[in-house]
């Protein structure tokens, strides 16, 4: 797994914990991690297997639980928290987040209020009205994310 890869990882993790309403700080820090591991020089495996946690730590952003995570995404290729995170609020929400109009709110809304965690579910949701009903949601912006989801 390359920087980029676990980066993406700590990234998916963030907005996840962003939706669910979860402590800023903690998603913040996950997003700042993600920022920095992307642009790293050195690959994240190669410093893991000479220094370990220790090494890791040295990156601005990556303490010892974000150091561990990393550790264990390298070798099982991912890590108990976004395993218990994702069997709890589903990854496929994030594709939500992706449309026009759809943040981080308006996805935890549509999560939690009318149990959408998926573009083929919101297709179907916005195909039978129910855009329409949604607080926060215009007719403007239905309009628009009728049009994203014919075009996915």
């Known amino acids: 797994m390359d920087n980029e890869a676990i980066a993406r990882r700590f990234m998916r993790l963030a907005a996840l914990m962003e939706i669910r309403g979860d402590d800023p700080f903690r998603w913040r820090s996950y997003r700042n991690a993600a920022e920095a591991i992307e642009v790293w020089p050195t690959p994240l495996q190669e410093i893991a297997a000479k220094e370990g946690l220790a090494g890791l730590q040295e990156i601005p952003g990556v303490g010892k639980a974000i150091a561990g995570k990393v550790i264990d995404l390298l070798e099982k290729g991912t890590f108990d928290a976004w395993e218990k995170l994702t069997a709890e609020t589903p990854e496929t929400l994030l594709d939500l987040t992706e449309l026009p109009g759809i943040g981080p709110k308006t996805a ?22 129910g855009l329409e009903t949604v607080d926060g949601i215009g007719r403007k912006t239905a309009e628009r994310l009728k049009e994203a989801l014919q075009n996915n």
Do not use: T
């Open 108 to 129: 935890a809304l549509l999560h939690q209020r009318y149990q959408i965690s998926s573009l083929p579910e919101l297709k179907a949701f916005a195909a039978s009205g």
